[in-house]
């Protein structure tokens, strides 16, 4: 029996939502990765972009568990001397809601130009608005 690979055109690609509300960030981000990444469909193969899109609402009532809110560093350098910002996850979340999401999510996916296609069909909003409408995107139970 050989093995089933799928063809690009034959790639179904659903659309999902999830609230973010009041879920916890790291059990959420795992389950957006399977979903980005097609690892909960039977046609999953590991060098094909077989994942769907997800839209997820709410960005800023994640919750964290612990004190990760107060202790959690998110660290970026620019280059040049000088250049290492540093800031918690509280000051993120008051910032840039939807980037505790998204560097969750970005970990979890492959580091590779195959994750990158991957990871843009993550799309992440602070409030309950999104501009999806007309994919008529399906609630996924988390």
Not at 3 to 32: F, S
Not at 99 to 112: F, R
């Amino acid at each position: 029996m050989k093995t089933y690979l799928p063809k690009v055109d034959e790639i179904q690609r659903r659309w999902y939502i999830v609230d973010a509300e009041g879920l916890i960030l790291g059990r959420l981000a795992v389950r957006i990765a399977e979903v980005l990444r097609g690892r909960h469909k039977p046609t999953y193969t590991p060098h094909l972009d077989t994942g769907d899109f997800i839209v997820v609402i709410n960005a800023d009532k994640v919750q964290m568990t612990g004190r990760k809110n107060e202790d959690k560093k998110y660290l970026s350098y620019s280059g040049w001397m000088g250049g290492q910002k540093e800031c918690t996850a509280a000051q993120l979340r008051e910032r840039h809601p939807e980037q505790l999401i998204e560097k969750a999510v970005w970990g979890m996916m492959p580091h590779g130009k195959l994750g990158r296609a991957q990871f843009r069909k993550l799309k992440v909003y602070a409030g309950p608005e999104h501009r999806h409408t007309a994919q008529n995107p399906e609630p996924l139970e988390i």
